[in-house]
């Protein structure tokens, strides 16, 4: 018998080229298991078991005719909802986009998926407009974690993380423009990426802040992450951000030794900027052990200040994300939820001219980064500071909230990536970040996998799924 539900991307296709297992039935059993499990994780806003279904069957279809697409041909995913696929609405998961909500095109990525061959399951969770989040007072609930229902996913691409948590899908997209692809793989034990800036279109994608904006991965090991990379990557000539680059094959360094690598280790980030909740920094050090262990050279390094980063971040995000809601602030805010509300009109009070000194200080703190980074392959630091609080406490996640080492990299533009570092005394996933040069994707996931590799963390299973 197959276990669909934890079944690897990279072993269904397999499977699935060698007709091991049929698209059909690979798709219909993760439907029942969202039709039997979802109701108490709410990670998804759409599903569209039809639509879904004529995919398999067409993709059955072309395996049959030996036909074969690739990795993804016949493997099941899901998109955030602010990503566009015809035939499913868009909805931000906010009453303001609940009608006319219905995209004639599809997003870049979305089209991506589908010359991949790859079979669309439906919509994820996310917070209101990718901001305003954990929310009780939207159209929809917020997505659970699934390794403790009570407590938050993290976000805000919260129904990605939880749809993969819960073996609901092997595949999902997911946004990050202050860490909201790396939030949910921290606090739901994934690996999530976020590429450099302008590696992955966002052409589709419905814009929080044009400059920090990210699409990226999210995937349950650091090889499927990587296998979906090879996918969503390349120049689009419609994104003006789009970056005119060649891709690599992202899996190519996987299963090579990290021996002699040069790691730096951002420690500043989480012991003296923040503070990280001490299982949180003890599942860090244990992973620069490994990393010792299997021959890399480890030492630390220093950056700008985490509050530098996060003002930066901060005035940057909030001016853009008010420009794109003014509109509609004025002509219906009761639409909105009380969190996005809150958190969008702060973009309303930041001057011209603090605006135009942020991007100013962004050019100055990405020369600096580069300069750093020189002496250094990757580096590694703090992802979340703490594990997953209880989702129903407002405070604790408002305060948690920032509590994070990701807005940096969204600031840089460089890739970074959230890999699981063990669990909490509460069985709640600690996590890391793996952080790299531009454009430099492929040697963050070599040393992300060896590390996975010399590790058992992704072979533990949530207890909604025992």
């Known amino acids: 018998m197959t276990d669909f539900a934890f079944l690897t991307i990279a072993d269904a296709a397999k499977k699935l080229n060698a007709k091991e297992i049929s698209p059909v039935e690979y798709a219909q059993a993760l439907l029942d298991r969202i039709s039997a499990h979802d109701g108490a994780y709410s990670s998804f806003l759409h599903v569209s078991a039809d639509m879904a279904l004529d995919e398999a069957r067409a993709a059955e279809s072309e395996i049959m005719a030996g036909n074969w697409r690739g990795p993804l041909h016949g493997v099941p995913y899901a998109l955030k909802d602010i990503v566009d696929a015809t035939g499913m609405p868009t909805t931000c998961h906010s009453k303001v986009m609940q009608r006319n909500s219905l995209p004639e095109t599809d997003a870049d990525v979305t089209d991506r998926f589908k010359k991949a061959g790859a079979v669309l399951l439906g919509k994820t969770a996310t917070h209101e407009f990718a901001i305003g989040g954990p929310s009780f007072d939207l159209p929809w609930p917020p997505a659970r974690n699934p390794w403790n229902r009570a407590h938050f996913t993290g976000g805000s691409s919260s129904g990605s993380g939880a749809a993969l948590a819960a073996g609901f899908v092997p595949a999902a997209i997911g946004t990050d423009t202050g860490g909201s692809v790396r939030n949910p793989a921290s606090m739901c034990g994934l690996v999530g990426m976020k590429a450099t800036y302008g590696r992955v279109s966002r052409r589709g994608v419905f814009p929080l802040s044009f400059t920090l904006d990210h699409v990226g991965p999210m995937t349950r090991t650091v090889e499927d992450n990587a296998i979906l990379l090879n996918i969503i990557a390349g120049h689009d000539s419609q994104d003006p951000g789009s970056a005119p680059i060649d891709k690599p094959d992202f899996t190519s360094g996987l299963g090579r030794s990290i021996k002699g690598m040069r790691i730096g280790v951002i420690r500043h980030f989480f012991e003296?900027?923040?503070?990280?909740?001490?299982?949180?920094?003890?599942?860090?050090?244990?992973?620069?052990?490994?990393?010792?262990?299997?021959?890399?050279?480890?030492?630390?390094?220093?950056?700008?200040?985490?509050?530098?980063?996060?003002?930066?971040?901060?005035?940057?995000?909030?001016?853009?994300?008010?420009?794109?809601?003014?509109?509609?602030?004025?002509?219906?805010?009761?639409?909105?939820?009380?969190?996005?509300?809150?958190?969008?009109?702060?973009?309303?009070?930041?001057?011209?001219?603090?605006?135009?000194?942020?991007?100013?200080?962004?050019?100055?703190?990405?020369?600096?980064?580069?300069?750093?980074?020189?002496?250094?392959?990757?580096?590694?630091?703090?992802?979340?500071?703490?594990?997953?609080?209880?989702?129903?406490?407002?405070?604790?996640?408002?305060?948690?909230?920032?509590?994070?080492?990701?807005?940096?990299?969204?600031?840089?533009?460089?890739?970074?990536?959230?890999?699981?570092?063990?669990?909490?005394?509460?069985?709640?996933?600690?996590?890391?970040?793996?952080?790299?040069?531009?454009?430099?994707?492929?040697?963050?996931?070599?040393?992300?996998?060896?590390?996975?590799?010399?590790?058992?963390?992704?072979?533990?299973?949530?207890?909604?799924?025992?």
């Open 272 to 466: 003296t900027d923040m503070q990280a909740d001490p299982e949180m920094a003890k599942g860090i050090d244990d992973a620069l052990d490994v990393l010792r262990g299997l021959g890399a050279e480890v030492r630390d390094m220093t950056l700008a200040s985490l509050d530098h980063y996060a003002a930066t971040n901060r005035v940057i995000l909030l001016s853009e994300a008010y420009a794109i809601h003014e509109k509609w602030f004025q002509e219906r805010p009761e639409d909105y939820g009380e969190l996005a509300r809150q958190r969008i009109m702060g973009g309303a009070f930041i001057r011209a001219a603090d605006y135009v000194n942020g991007t100013r200080v962004k050019a100055q703190l990405v020369e600096a980064y580069n300069e750093a980074m020189t002496d250094f392959d990757v580096a590694i630091t703090a992802s979340s500071m703490d594990p997953a609080c209880e989702i129903e406490d407002a405070e604790a996640t408002e305060r948690t909230y920032g509590r994070q080492a990701r807005a940096p990299f969204n600031v840089l533009g460089a890739p970074a990536l959230a890999v699981p570092t063990g669990f909490s005394s509460a069985g709640l996933p600690l996590s890391m970040q793996i952080v790299g040069k531009p454009f430099d994707e492929a040697l963050i996931y070599q040393v992300a996998h060896a590390y996975e590799q010399a590790t058992d963390w992704i072979k533990r299973r949530p207890p909604m799924a025992a």
